[in-house]
């Protein structure tokens, strides 16, 4: 559909019968050259074309067109976006905006955004951490009601994972004590190398260990220890642990809880 740069069309009238889809319509802005560019789009559509999963711009945008103002139906002048984005290729202008502009969200969308962004922190604390009286895992519920009474701020730009270990960080921390008892989940290894290596490194892996349950040396150094998941890699990246006389494998237990 052809239309008439710098004019002011109604939303309703252009888009018919997919009117009703507009309750999930979200607006990307971006302001370049002193003035403003907005499209019209769905809201879970922008997260895939901007992580590489949808690349269809017509399956991502609501309405084929660049705005000046979406809500009042306000279309941008073809002469402003070609001087500021430097082309006269919509399709091109568009993607830039797509993946540079600023999503706008409504209040509605908001709270539901990161009502679902606080359940989702919750539940990656449930499943890397454990009571460590019972050695049990916190229901999501009772790690949501925690979040609610330490006064923790779910923040809607920061992925989640980021920010379900700084609340475990803050739950572990002194003045955090007597809030919820919690530690990390802990991963049972063995680690076996020649004996003359270990002589060098033992002490420094050892580090990186929360608990030795076995530790003999002999012609080879066998541990068996608990860990914190993330300090595997560090253990990993000792030289003598690289060849291929040296293994590293979780035993049959796997982590423990």
Known sequence: MNKQPGT?????????????????????????????????????????FRSGVETDLSEVLQIEQIFTNVPKGQVAKRDDWTKCFQTDDMDKVIEEILRKGELQINNLERTHQLSSLSREIATLVSEMTVDPNTNRKHTVGMIEK???????????DKPAKAQALELIKKLTSEE????????????RIRITMPGKDAKRVKENILKEVEEVEEDDMGMEWEAVSLIVPRNLEQIAKRKPLRSRRCAYPPLKEGYRA
């Open 146 to 156: 925690t979040m609610s009474e330490i006064g923790f701020s779910v923040k809607a």
């Open 8 to 48: 002011q069309i109604n939303l309703h009238k252009l888009i018919g019968i997919r009117l009703r889809r507009l309750t999930n319509v979200s607006i990307v802005r971006m302001k370049k050259g002193g003035k403003r560019f907005e499209i019209a789009c769905y809201q879970n559509k922008v997260s895939e």
């Open 176 to 187: 955090s004590e007597g809030t919820l008892p919690i530690r990390r989940s802990r991963m």
